[in-house]
């Protein structure tokens, strides 16, 4: 899919249509060290906490058990520019291409 670079777009801070910028965000490594991480770790077992294997040793391979590779098309994380006041935005809701090209 084709998107505009530059679009007319309402700005929350400008209280009115201005033209803004429409960029990818850049994919971040999540912290190994976050609670999010830690958490999870904690629930597949390599954690401290809990009884069990928790599934460790008595499972097949993950494609065997979930729908891994199900989707090919994926959601964008757009991010929106405002260019008089400069205020970035996200996106309310997401939409799934194969391809996105910013012309
Ligand atoms: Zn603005």
Request: some cysteine; charged content about 40%.
């Amino acid at each position: 899919m084709k998107m505009k670079k530059v679009k007319m777009m309402y700005c929350k801070k400008c209280r009115k249509h201005t033209e803004i910028t429409v960029s990818i965000a850049k994919k971040k490594e999540r912290g190994s060290l976050k609670k999010g991480s830690i958490a999870r770790l904690e629930k597949r077992g390599s954690g401290k906490a809990g009884f069990g294997n928790k599934g460790k040793f008595s499972r097949k391979a993950i494609s065997a058990w979930k729908r891994t590779g199900a989707k090919s098309s994926k959601k964008q994380d757009l991010r929106f520019k405002c260019k008089e006041c400069g205020k970035m935005m996200v996106q309310n809701k997401g939409f799934r291409t194969k391809k996105l090209e910013l012309v």
